[in-house]
């Protein structure tokens, strides 16, 4: 069965501070991963898709097929990267979400 | 591009009555369209997927006889909450994609209230 695992509902980190927000899939054919980011009151925004290999807002996230890991990261932190950020698997038509990280950098 | 619009933004009904949410890809044909419910900071959870012209796929735990969804045309998907009570308010979101190799795009949601 599919599934995507975000280990960390919470995480918080300081301005200017490395963030690395945690994806593990379980998927058995070839996975497509997402990332998806939803800012207060604003509607979910595809942030980055690991297809594309492209940093987005100074985020990169790279599939590791071994570790079955599609890791979100940045190296300096800001103030308005504060915001729900959700993995996703897409397997077929079907996209799987997982439970989301709430991140918030503190001034 | 890839819009998708979502009306009404929020909503209030009495218990009872019946309450249609709007999707619709504004610059694209949606192939296949998708509908979440989300509680408050919690993840997503699949309530249907809809093709255009078929029936909606309901994901287990959903009452199809309560969340009607119909899927019209290539732009369009509605979902209707009928006999609304309480325990069915929540924050209702759409999506869609345009193809096989698309990414999900969202609506902005609807937020049902029912008293």
């Known amino acids: 069965a599919q599934r995507v695992t975000q280990p960390e509902k919470l995480l918080s980190v300081f301005k200017g501070a490395p963030v690395e927000l945690k994806c593990n899939y379980s998927?058995?054919?070839?996975?497509?991963l997402f990332w998806y980011v939803q800012y207060s009151r604003q509607r979910l925004q595809l942030l980055l898709r690991h297809i594309s290999r492209e940093s987005i807002k100074g985020f990169t996230a790279d599939l590791n097929k071994g570790e079955t890991s599609f890791h979100l990261k940045k190296p300096f932190a800001q103030e308005e990267d504060s915001a729900m950020y959700y993995c996703a698997l897409r397997a077929g038509n079907q996209f799987y979400f997982g439970t989301g990280t709430s991140l918030t950098v503190i001034p | 591009g890839a819009v998708v619009s979502q009306h009404p933004s929020w909503v209030i009904c009495k218990s009872g009555t019946s309450v249609k949410i709007e999707c619709r890809s504004l610059d694209f044909q949606a192939t296949t369209m998708f509908w979440y419910r989300q509680f408050p900071k919690q993840s997503l959870m699949l309530m249907a997927t809809?093709?255009?012209?078929?029936?909606?796929?309901?994901e287990q735990g959903v009452e199809k006889d309560k969340f009607l969804i119909n899927h019209a045309s290539l732009t369009l998907s509605t979902l209707t909450v009928t006999s609304a009570h309480p325990e069915d308010s929540s924050f209702y979101i759409c999506?869609?994609?345009?193809?096989?190799?698309?990414?999900?795009?969202f609506g902005n949601g609807t937020r049902l209230t029912v008293t």
């Open positions: 809809s093709n255009e012209g078929s029936k909606a796929t309901y």
């Open positions: 999506s869609a994609i345009s193809g096989a190799s698309s990414p999900l795009h």
């Open positions: 998927y058995s054919g070839s996975p497509e």
